[in-house]
């Protein structure tokens, strides 16, 4: 026997790995040639969703209004306010009928001063003058009846002390006497109810006054239960005495006490100034307008001033007051009403009303509606809506 047969060869002591551990090495590179790609792809995907987020931003950006905000100052000191006021009637009422019928007559047309209980106008009203009519015959019917009942149950009551007549019949006679005083009472009542709707006939004026409205003429269809505005008859109002009402802002609300005098101004006269009286206020602050609410009284016997009228009212401080100063070029005017555009920490802008009082010019003072950190947009432009996103600027940054 050949003893080389059985010995290995110097190859096979050269390469010792077997063969099943070969087999490995292609799915390995495969794996890792997999995770690359894989790497590759995602890396590239990261970057797009990145750029595509970050040119959202630029457009959204790019898209808001630029706007240059500035903070309320502190004007001049104030030892009086001017503020708007409406002017209304001590007393005013509609005038409607309470019977139906129609317009007989009519003694007074607008621009008529009354005195308090003088006849307006008449209504004829055949219907009640019949109902009248008829209940006076049914209540002299009734009477008639009582008084015979009475006189009979008097007679039995005599009747029965002589034994003459039963108990039982002496008490139908008593309960019949009783039954025809109720129905008495309820015709009379009946009679007095018709008689004052016949008293409805004739209108008279409740207070002294001036006819301001009359909505009617003879012969027009007159109906109880018109109480529309547009079917009063008359309109009366008391203008010897009238009221104003103001809006006083709540840093200025300590200098609203009873008593106090205020100047009045017709916008038409300036150089005319009438003298109101601080008689009430409403003891409570307005949560929306920061502002109280007070009523003067002003004499006005000889009629110089009309219910309805703008005025312009100046009420002295007790103390002189710094109010706020803004840009005029701050001013939203809106349907609504004067507004300006403040924007909060997000952003976003949000349309507060304010009521101004003196105009400087390229300033205005603030009376109500903004505190000294509030960051108002200077230059607001007019389609600036509630809820706007905007992007605040400062002037360095325009300048570059």
């Known amino acids: 026997m050949n003893p080389s047969l059985n010995q290995p060869s110097e190859s096979e002591f050269e390469n010792p790995q077997p063969k099943g551990k070969r087999s490995w090495i292609p799915l390995i590179a495969t794996i890792l040639l997999g995770i690359g790609v894989a790497y590759i792809v995602m890396t590239g ?3 797009r969703v990145s750029a ?52 007989k007559a009519w003694y007074f047309d607008i ?23 008829q209940a006076r015959a049914e209540l002299a019917t009734t009477e008639a009846s009582l008084e ?4 009979t149950a008097e007679r039995w009551k005599s009747l029965l002390r002589t034994n003459s007549v039963s108990q039982q019949e002496t008490e139908e006679k ?81 200098s609203a006490q009873k008593g106090s005098r205020a100047s009045i101004i017709l916008q038409e006269s300036p150089s005319k100034k009438y003298t109101g009286r601080l008689v009430r206020t409403s003891n409570a602050i ?64 949000q349309l507060v009303p304010i009521t101004i009082g003196r ?3 390229s300033s205005v003072e603030v009376l109500s509606g903004l505190k000294l950190e509030d960051q108002v947009i200077a230059d607001p432009p007019d389609s600036l809506t509630d809820g706007s996103k905007v992007n605040p600027i400062t002037r360095a940054e325009q300048g570059e």
Do not use: C
């Open 174 to 254: 008593i309960a019949n006497a009783n039954v025809w005083k109720t129905n008495y009472d309820a015709a009379a009542s009946n009679v007095k109810r018709l008689e004052d709707l016949k008293s409805f006939q004739r209108i008279h004026a409740p207070f002294s006054g001036v006819i301001t409205a009359r909505n009617t003429d003879i012969g027009a269809l007159i109906s109880a239960t018109a109480t529309s505005p547009d079917q009063e008859l008359f309109h009366l109002s008391a203008i010897h005495r009238l009221r104003v009402f103001i809006n006083i802002p709540q840093m200025y609300a300590s």
């Open 359 to 361: 105009d400087f010019g």
């Open 52 to 103: 595509e987020r970050i040119l959202k931003e630029s457009a959204q950006e790019s898209a808001l209004v630029n706007v240059h905000l500035v903070q309320p100052s502190i004007g001049s000191a104030l030892d009086e306010i001017a503020l708007p006021g409406n002017v209304q009637a001590i007393n005013e009422a509609p005038i409607y009928a309470r019977t139906n019928g129609y317009l």
């Open 45 to 47: 995907l990261a970057k």
């Open 111 to 133: 621009g008529a001063h009354v005195q308090q209980g003088q006849l307006l106008a008449e209504i004829e009203a055949p219907e009640v003058d019949k109902q009248l009519q």
């Open 148 to 151: 015979l009942a009475k006189s």
């Open 286 to 349: 307005d949560p929306v307008a920061r502002t109280l609410r007070t009523e003067f009284e002003v004499d006005n016997r000889n009629g110089e001033l009309l219910p309805g009228s703008y005025v312009t009212v100046h009420l002295k401080l007790g103390e002189k007051t710094k109010a706020l100063t803004i840009p005029a070029t701050a001013l939203l005017f809106r349907g609504e009403g004067l507004r300006v555009a403040v924007v909060k920490n997000d952003h976003t802008t």
